[in-house]
């Protein structure tokens, strides 16, 4: 029934051609929806920008993703030392994140795809785009896209901050910008550790950053290494679990008219020890590498926008545990939009990849919308994505878990309504989605006495609603709401006798609010508060805040994070910790 009430909306906007009086312009918009920017709005999307940035808890990327309501970060521990991310009830394989545009993707497993060679002085704002994606980047989009924006030198500026907390928290950076005649340069270095909140919790954690470019290149280098207890992140028997990572990531890009061309570059390294006490005793490395270019072509054929463009990319891993495989994909996309009478809108995508093990795969997207007025817009999107196995899901083998060599791709065929309203400098945006995936892929067992097993389970079904305000009020009162956002999710699927390990795992409902108190003394308090309940599970709220005050070009901030105390899992058996109170300060000349 709603299949067909997708198909009598698209009916209705592609014939039912009716003149208005009043002319509507599209504004390009910041967001990374559509590689045509005039239709960009007619996907949900969510942003955080800089100035936004700048109010919030300055602690990591991946805990700034738990702002946005469309979005489930499931923390092991804090301060970005493991993290998945989920959008729409998606899991930690099923989702996209681009570094400036640039495809970020660990090909080991999904766990490693929030390790970000980022600090928090190199993001001008956070995009998420909701819904899925794989038209436009390729495999793994079936939940939606994160892309962090990198932040351009404007003006020559050193930065410098630090913040110390409970749990002998210490934090320390810097990033230099310096907008040159010829090319523009920017660097950063940013330094955390922690004793941890309980026993194999502690964790240290370095970040490089450098970006060279003007207005025809841009070159990026950045590196990650972070070390940390990892208790029962992984399994309850052994609390005494450690892992070591090292990211390093480069991209350059190239744009000659409306030509682009760019490659990249990703190493991820990886050491796990079951049991930090006992070196060498069941101590897993992995190594992968990942190298991938695109060329991009613009054109304007009268009144309608076209982009096509060429993508590859190649991954290969060097595993104590998964052995050595590599793997190539190639692909074709074109994308193209027109704007019918200034008031219907039409904007369709296409992509073909072959991959090298699976053989070519379709991807195609369309998405329509009616402007009912200047600030009503009525839109929707039908299309289908896809991923394929990590090598993990493929070749892993313990006593616990195995993986499975003739895993198959999983697709995911989604469409949504929505209605965006634009009152003042207010907006409001509702939306209904509806995603079906077929050879699903999850680890299942038929009880807990055997190991986990990685298969295609056949089709699930997810369905939802989403509702975001943001509030600009002309004048600041006393105290004032922000933001506030729900989502709500469910999923169905054949009853089958077994244990799902992620996939059947997803929140049902998400509520965010934040809001704003105006201090005394040029004090601002910024206020956020979230309701979280997965299924067949108890919800829980967490309540944090934060304090800022400028005194010329000083930043002072004091923020408290579960300041209720509240105990909770965002996943297995790994307790977050209680309230945590945090102070620190940022200069800048």
């Known amino acids: 029934m709603y299949f067909l009430s997708f198909l009598f909306f698209t009916f209705c906007l592609l014939f039912n051609f009716i003149s208005f009086a009043q002319d509507i312009i599209l504004e390009p918009v910041i967001v990374t929806p559509s590689c045509l920017s005039n239709f960009g709005e007619l996907r949900p999307k969510d942003v955080i920008t800089l100035e936004e940035i700048k109010s919030l808890p300055p602690y990591s990327l991946p805990e700034l993703l738990q702002y946005f309501p469309s979005v489930d970060i499931r923390r092991r521990g804090v301060l970005g030392m493991q993290a998945d991310l989920s959008i729409r009830g998606s899991n930690f394989e099923e989702n996209l994140v681009l570094l400036d545009g640039t495809p970020f993707y660990n090909p080991q497993t999904g766990h490693h795809t929030m390790d970000l060679p980022l600090t928090i002085f190199d993001i001008e704002r956070i995009e998420v785009l909701r819904g899925n994606s794989s038209s436009l980047y390729g495999q793994g989009g079936l939940g939606g896209v994160v892309n962090f924006v990198i932040k351009k030198p404007e003006e020559k500026r050193f930065i410098y901050q630090t913040y110390y907390g409970e749990y002998k928290f210490l934090s320390q950076g810097f990033s230099f910008e310096y907008p040159g005649k010829e090319f523009s340069s920017k660097f950063s270095y940013e330094y955390k550790k922690s004793s941890g909140y309980k026993p194999e919790t502690d964790f240290i954690q370095r970040n ?50 409306e030509n682009t061309f760019s490659l990249y570059y990703h190493r ?14 069941n101590e897993n490395t992995h190594t992968s590498y990942v190298y991938g270019g695109q060329f991009l072509r613009e054109a304007d054929l009268e009144d309608i926008d076209i982009i096509w463009g060429l993508d590859f990319s190649y991954d290969k891993i060097t595993s104590t545990k998964l052995n050595k495989h590599r793997r190539n994909r190639s692909a074709f996309f074109i994308e193209w939009g027109k704007i019918f009478r200034e008031r219907y809108i ?18 195609p997207v369309l998405n329509l919308g009616y402007l009912i007025n200047p600030n009503l817009k009525l839109r929707s999107s039908l299309g289908r994505a896809l991923r394929i196995p990590s090598y993990t899901e493929l070749y892993y083998k313990d006593p616990g878990n195995i993986g499975n060599p003739n895993l198959l791709p999983e697709y995911a065929f989604s469409w949504e309504i929505g209605l965006d309203k634009k009152m003042g400098e207010n907006f409001l945006d509702f939306t209904f989605f509806e995603r079906k995936t077929r050879n699903t892929i999850d680890w299942i067992r038929e009880n807990s006495q055997e190991p986990w097993r990685a298969e295609n389970i056949g089709e699930i079904f997810f369905k939802g609603i989403e509702l975001n305000y943001k509030f600009s009020p002309k004048e600041k009162n006393y105290f004032f709401l922000k933001s506030f956002g729900y989502t709500y999710l469910e999923s169905e699927r054949k009853e089958e006798v077994f244990l799902s390990k992620y996939v059947l795992d997803h929140l049902q409902h998400q509520f965010i609010l934040n809001f704003c108190n105006l201090l005394p003394f040029g004090f601002i308090q910024i206020w956020n508060l979230s309701y979280k309940e997965r299924v067949k599970e108890s919800g829980y709220f967490i309540l944090g805040t934060c304090v800022t005050k400028k005194i010329s070009n000083i930043d002072i901030f004091l923020s408290g994070t579960n300041l209720t105390n509240t105990n909770y899992r965002e996943i297995g058996g790994v307790d977050m910790p209680g309230r945590w109170i945090i102070f620190g300060f940022r200069f800048s000349f």
């Open 346 to 363: 039409f904007n369709l995508g296409l992509r073909n990849d072959y991959y090298s093990d699976w053989g070519g795969e379709f991807s």
């Open 208 to 257: 490089f950053f450098t970006n060279l470019g003007n207005e025809r290149f841009d070159f990026i280098f950045s590196f990650l290494d972070k070390d940390f207890g990892a208790d029962s992140f992984y399994s309850n028997l052994f609390p005494q679990e450690e892992e070591h990572i090292q990211t390093q990531f480069g991209s350059f890009r190239l744009k000659e008219n």
């Open 268 to 281: 991820h390294w990886d050491k796990f020890l079951l049991d930090r006490t006992r070196p060498g005793w």
